[in-house]
């Protein structure tokens, strides 16, 4: 069993969910599109999976903030998909994740306008990559971030801009390592 099941069912286990063991191990992609304006000169906060109830398949495969009964994740990466504005020179990121009431990666950098690896205190690389009109943002945690079931959870991306920019559309995924209820596997 490698380490990201391990940990999987160990936070799953202390949090009284001993199903997760008994379910299907699976790659797992969440995502959730989120519109806000950012102001010139200014700050926009978009918040992922807090409200993802009655959006369309094309925006979100949640329909609730939380994972079904049974369910869980082991976070390895995450990343944002831009596909309408070029942002400038003047435009910083920070991201963190919430699970439950914790914030447990806080404003870690994203590299908005610098398209180049880097490493930030071990806890995360990330990298741009453009093609044709979007971009996406990526980073890889290196520390397991776990999902359990039935816990509300919010990806939030805070963008600093110099210019403005209306109604700006940024999706966001989050892959890793996922457990699906199944009765008949184990993990």
Request: charged share 15%; with cysteine; net charge negative.
């Amino acid at each position: 069993m490698n380490f990201e099941a391990q940990k999987l069912i160990g936070v799953n286990s202390k949090l009284g969910a001993n199903m997760v063991a008994q379910g299907q191990p699976t790659q797992r992609l969440i995502y959730d599109t989120v519109t806000e304006s950012i102001p010139a000169g200014g700050t926009a906060t978009f918040r992922f999976f807090s409200e993802t109830a009655n959006k369309p398949l094309a925006e979100s495969n949640l329909q609730e903030g939380f994972l079904d009964n049974g369910e869980s994740l082991v976070i390895k990466s995450i990343n944002f998909i831009n596909d309408e504005e070029d942002f400038d020179a003047g435009t910083f990121g920070v991201f963190s994740i919430i699970v439950g009431n914790q914030e447990v990666v806080k404003k870690l950098p994203l590299p908005i306008f610098n398209p180049f690896e880097y490493h930030v205190e071990n806890l995360v690389t990330a990298n741009t990559t453009a093609t044709g009109s979007t971009t996406i943002y990526s980073a890889r945690l290196i520390t397991d971030i776990v999902i359990p079931p039935e816990t509300t959870f919010e990806v939030q991306l805070k963008i600093y801009s110099s210019s403005a920019a209306p109604d700006t559309v940024i999706k966001c995924g989050i892959q890793g390592l996922g457990v699906l209820f199944n009765p008949n596997t184990a993990l």
